[in-house]
């Protein structure tokens, strides 16, 4: 189901199955009909593709959506949207959150995140858990005597998430990542 979510070419491998097939059925016979049943079907096909890929919210889309918009956050200096997307009871992340996203100490221009990748996902445990890695790169410009631009990249080894009630993917407290680089 997975890739059926989240890959388009799934969907035109299996369009491409009807049209071979309606061509396979209607060959050697006089009527045609075959094939244009092949050609709707591998229509209704693509649409429904893109429906499922474009338009269905899976788990590791919202968990996505959720580093994504933290990104944005930081990027904006907005603690308090960063914070939303941490647990009440995640203090770690939460005191490192208030010192990284301080507009006083460094203006931060731009976030890249990469490697992104779901090392597990349990739907079963309550409330549901995930725990996802990916790199992030970070540059901008510093103040106080620690001032001018900078770069820095850090690999987060893990980043467990819970589902909450409302629907939203919350960073916990269960957070590993390696010192940042390249300041």
Not at 24 to 29: E, H, S, Y
Not at 64 to 77: F, K
Not at 158 to 177: A, C, Q, Y
Request: aromatic residues 10%; positive net charge.
């Amino acid at each position: 189901m997975h890739l059926l979510t989240t890959n388009l070419l799934a969907w035109l491998f299996i369009a491409a199955a009807f049209v071979a097939t309606g061509y396979a059925l209607t060959t050697g016979t006089t009527k045609k009909i075959f094939m244009k049943l092949g050609i709707v079907a591998a229509l209704a096909t693509i649409v429904a593709g893109v429906v499922c890929v474009y338009f269905v919210q899976t788990d590791e889309k919202r968990i996505r959506r959720t580093i994504e918009e933290m990104r944005v956050a930081i990027i904006a200096g907005d603690i308090n949207k960063v914070l939303s997307f941490v647990e009440d009871d995640a203090l770690k992340v939460r005191v490192a959150a208030n010192v990284y996203v301080d507009p006083g100490k460094a203006q931060i221009k731009n976030i890249k995140v990469s490697d992104f990748k779901v090392n597990e996902l349990n739907r079963m445990s309550s409330p549901p858990r995930a725990r996802v890695s990916f790199r992030a790169s970070a540059s901008g410009v510093a103040t106080g005597e620690w001032g001018g631009p900078f770069t820095t990249l850090v690999d987060f080894d893990l980043v467990e998430l819970r589902l909450e009630s409302d629907g939203v993917w919350r960073v916990t407290d269960n957070v590993n990542f390696g010192f940042p680089r390249g300041f």
